[in-house]
Structures are given as structure tokens and as C-alpha cells.
């Protein structure tokens, strides 16, 4: 069978669910912000395949833009995740539970 | 079977499985370069689909800059597989669960999708004469307003990594 939309269809859902297990399984912050671009990456995919399918220029641009929040995006979350190494000596997430006491 | 088919299933083999090692090993530098390989292998993708822009961007800024960031702030905070956090089996197999179950709801929801052959005859779509023109006639101010939002981006990082002072500074000085 040649390949075709649902392929790509098939193959960003397969990367997302395996971004969304590994955002519920670890309690690393790093390997969970990994995972959240795991699933970005996914749905870059998935418009990359769309704008092939539809010879539509715009969705790669969306792509692009998704690329630049996401490198901002990068830039402040591990600017946090360093902060709160320094605070709590720690990168796991079961230790921010303060707000519960 | 002709060589887009085959070059897309060993694509689509790499990723899957170094996703799955991403969130399956233990020490998280095995998991960020997992994750390198990944997007490998998704720009990879974007090479098969004629998408050149996207192709050498995702490789300059995902696998370039924002995994070195990663592999420096874990080797920064020294994490090895001895200190790495586990959860108990309990709540990882209901993450599992969880995440399949969300798969098959989304496969069922898109199963019925008419399968429509990938377009080989636009190829000049992701190219970057082409792509450029449509950046800067339609989407100018998105693409000047990004650049405000790398600027506040790279002021809140420096803010929020700076070191605290163990004792605030007079007023004066």
C-alpha cells in the first residue's frame, strides 16, 4: 500500500500518545519537558504532511512559528526547572507539593 | 514498494522506537539523545515531504540549540540513573493505560479518514523562495512580534536564572 495521509495521520497520533505516557510516567521535570516537545514535534509533523496534501504554503509557516515559541518556550521553562534546582537540590516533580500544606 | 515508501517506514520505525527509549530509559542522558535521534529522524520526514526550510530549521534549532540546552542544564545538575526519580508500578501502568486508551479513542475518531495520496506534484512548496515570500508578504507581524517575544523570553530567562542575593542590597548603592 503506498503511503498516504492516514500514514501521517497514524504516525503523529503514535508520537503524541507516546509524549502524553511519558508526561504521566516520569517524574523527572527535564524528561517531561521533553516530552511536552515530543508532542510538539508530533503536530509539526502532522501540519508538515497537511500542507503537502493540500499545496498550502501556510501551514509550514504555522510550523515555523511553532518552532520560534517553542525555542522561547525552552529558553524560560529550563531557566525554571534551574531555579528550582538551586532551591530544592532536586528535579523531582513529587517535591512541588508544597502548596498542599 | 518504491523508495518513498520504504524510506518512510524506516523513518517512522526510528522514530517510534527512539521515542519510546526517550521515556523508557533510565539515565536522562540516554533520554535527551533519544530524543536527538527523534528529531532526526523527523527531519528526516520533512526531507522525504520536499519541505528543505523546515528540514534545515528543525535540525539547526531543535537538534542544534535546544537539545544542547537540555544536555548542558542535565549535565549542569549532574543527574545520573542512581538519583533519577521513579514513580511506583501502580502509577506508571495507569500512564500507560491512560495514554493508550487516548490513542485508540483518536485512532477510532480518525479511522474513516479517506486516505489521500501525498501530493508529488507540488514540489515546490517548502522551498525557501517560496516559503520567504509568503513569510514577509502575509505574515509580517507575526514575524516582528516574534522577535518582541524572543527579546522578553530572553530577558525572563536572564531574570529568572540570575542568583539571588543572600542579602539584599541597600537602596543606595
Redesign the interface.
Known amino acids: 500500500m503506498p503511503v498516504n495521509s492516514t500514514h501521517y495521520l497514524f504516525l503523529s497520533l503514535l508520537l503524541f500518545s507516546i509524549g502524553i505516557m511519558g508526561t504521566l510516567m516520569r517524574r523527572n521535570a527535564i524528561i517531561i519537558f521533553m516530552c511536552i516537545e515530543l508532542m510538539l514535534n508530533s503536530v509539526n509533523l502532522l501540519l508538515v504532511s497537511f500542507s503537502k496534501l493540500f499545496a498550502d504554503p501556510n501551514a509550514q509557516i504555522f510550523v515555523f512559528f511553532i518552532m520560534v515559541v517553542a525555542a522561547a518556550e525552552v529558553a524560560v521553562g529550563l531557566a525554571i526547572i534551574v531555579m528550582m534546582y538551586r532551591k530544592v537540590h532536586s528535579v523531582d516533580i513529587n517535591i512541588l507539593n508544597r502548596l498542599k500544606h | 514498494m518504491?523508495l518513498?515508501?520504504t524510506l518512510?517506514w524506516f523513518l517512522?520505525a526510528v522514530?517510534?522506537g527512539c521515542?519510546?527509549g526517550?521515556?523508557l530509559s533510565r539515565n536522562?542522558v540516554n533520554?535527551?539523545l533519544f530524543?536527538v535521534l527523534?528529531?532526526i529522524s523527523?527531519s528526516g520526514?520533512?526531507i522525504l515531504?520536499?519541505?528543505q526550510?523546515?528540514f534545515i530549521?528543525?535540525l539547526i534549532?531543535?537538534t542544534g540549540?535546544?537539545m544542547v540546552?537540555?544536555l548542558f542544564?542535565?549535565m549542569?545538575?549532574n543527574?545520573n540513573a542512581d538519583v533519577?526519580?521513579?514513580?511506583g508500578q501502580l502509577?506508571?501502568l495507569?500512564?500507560?493505560v491512560?495514554?493508550?486508551v487516548?490513542?485508540l479513542v483518536?485512532?477510532a475518531a480518525?479511522k474513516t479518514?479517506s486516505?489521500?495520496?501525498?501530493?508529488k506534484a507540488?514540489i515546490d512548496?517548502?522551498l525557501i523562495t517560496?516559503?520567504g515570500k509568503?513569510?514577509f508578504k502575509?505574515?509580517v507581524l507575526?514575524f516582528e512580534i516574534?522577535s518582541v517575544?524572543?527579546l522578553?523570553?530572553?530577558i525572563?530567562?536572564?531574570v529568572?536564572?540570575k542568583?539571588e542575593e543572600s542579602a539584599p542590597l541597600p537602596s543606595g548603592e
Open positions: 518504491n518513498y515508501d518512510f517512522s522514530s517510534v521515542a519510546l526517550v521515556i536522562p533520554s535527551v530524543l527523534t528529531f523527523i520526514h520533512y515531504m520536499n519541505a526550510f523546515l530549521v528543525n534549532v531543535y540549540a535546544i540546552l537540555f542544564v542535565i549542569l545538575m543527574l533519577e526519580p521513579q514513580k502509577v506508571q495507569a500512564g500507560v491512560s495514554g493508550g487516548l490513542f483518536l485512532l480518525v479518514a486516505p489521500v495520496p501525498i501530493d507540488s512548496i517548502g517560496n516559503l509568503v513569510l502575509d505574515f507575526p516574534s517575544l524572543f522578553s523570553a530572553m525572563g530567562a536572564v529568572i536564572g542568583k
